[in-house]
């Protein structure tokens, strides 16, 4: 009779999961059964317990959010754990807010699971543009109004290049800034530097598609006051463009 072998379990794979906005019946169905197959969850800030609880009761959750200047974990240290996990043999659920690979750094763990010879699958997400909008009933594309779109960051990564500020005021535009509330500031001055209007409409929406929703509207020139007077916190997405102004604030 031949002896058992034994040795280190292959590589299970990892599957980057885009959880969207954080309301769980906008799950794609794939996310789902992801979500309810995996040994190990590894989540993120804007993922919530009606989520979860679509795991196996026997699985394992592990915290990694971000938030403004307070990280779990260094990037970095994130990928590390995925690889480890995945060699271990543990089927990996890596939920994440939106979409993996818009403003999600799913490139980065993918990049690192691809290095170690780790198999990896991607489950797109709804986007925080388009819940936002979806939400606040702003269409983000408008044949009258705004032919094209742009989503951008307003938290980029220290040392980075800037953004193209003259490309980011072309007319006939919707811009989506993500992660910009803590940035306003300097989003408002330096697109009013290159020549956008003040009276440009700006809509606010804090945690869009969840039922912590709120919404605001401002303009360019009034962003920084109605952030500051409505007490807006993080997450929340910045919507510059003609079209931002169907928002009735307080809805």
Not at 32 to 43: G, K, N, T
Not at 74 to 100: C, F, Y
Not at 131 to 155: D, F, K, N, W, Y
Request: with cysteine.
């Amino acid at each position: 009779m031949n002896a058992p072998t034994t040795g280190s379990p292959s590589p299970a794979p990892v599957t980057l999961v885009g959880c969207g906005p954080g309301a769980a019946d906008l799950l794609t169905l794939r996310a789902l059964r992801a979500i309810e197959q995996a040994d190990v969850l590894v989540y993120d800030n804007l993922i919530g317990e009606d989520i979860l609880h679509f795991a196996r009761p026997d699985a394992e959750r592990i915290y990694v959010g971000k938030q403004a200047s307070r990280h779990t974990l260094p990037q970095e240290e994130i990928n590390a754990l995925l690889v480890r996990l995945a060699q271990a043999g543990r089927r990996t659920a890596r939920l994440k807010g939106g979409d993996p690979f818009i403003f999600g750094r799913g490139g980065e763990e993918m990049d690192a699971l691809r290095a170690a010879g780790i198999a990896v699958e991607i489950i797109p997400g709804i986007t925080a543009a388009a819940a936002c909008a979806a939400a606040a009933g702003i269409p983000l594309t408008h044949r009258e109004e705004a032919r094209s779109l742009v989503l951008t960051t307003g938290h980029g990564k220290p040392g980075a290049d800037e953004p193209d500020w003259a490309a980011l005021v072309r007319p006939g535009q919707t811009v989506a800034f993500y992660m910009g509330v803590s940035n306003a500031g300097e989003i408002a001055a330096q697109l009013l530097r290159h020549g956008m209007a003040g009276t440009m409409p700006v809509a606010i929406i804090e945690r869009g598609a969840t039922p912590r929703q709120r919404i605001h509207a401002a303009t360019l020139a009034t962003l920084v006051a109605r952030l500051s007077e409505a007490g807006v916190k993080a997450p929340a997405l910045l919507i510059v463009g003609n079209v931002a102004a169907r928002v009735a604030d307080g809805r």
